[in-house]
């Protein structure tokens, strides 16, 4: 597995967490350098290599589609939510290299 497949795979983790409320997507960019943040981190890569693989495998828009398949308004802070973005994007990350 390579670090594309991590990108990749990541992007199935989230689209699922995000349809069943699992974590927020927050209006400003935030939750994208959070996931960046630990992709990096994980694969040995620098920040805005992270944030570019996310935008190749995530495509054009791919932040708006996401925050818009969470069952909260974009936007609205939640009360609750159950997985942090860092984590899926650890699990995702997991076996990559």
Excluded at 22 to 37: D, E, P, R
């Amino acid at each position: 597995m390579n670090a594309m497949n991590a990108f990749e795979k990541f992007f199935s983790l989230a689209a699922t967490a995000a349809r069943t409320g699992g974590f927020w997507v927050s209006a400003s960019g935030g939750t994208a350098n959070v996931a960046a943040g630990v992709l990096s981190r994980r694969l040995g890569i620098s920040f805005e290599e992270a944030h570019e693989g996310l935008d190749r495998a995530g495509g054009p828009g791919w932040y708006e589609r996401l925050a818009r398949s969470q069952p909260y308004p974009y936007g609205d802070i939640p009360d609750h939510v159950r997985w942090d973005v860092g984590t899926i994007a650890a699990a995702a990350a997991r076996g990559a290299l």
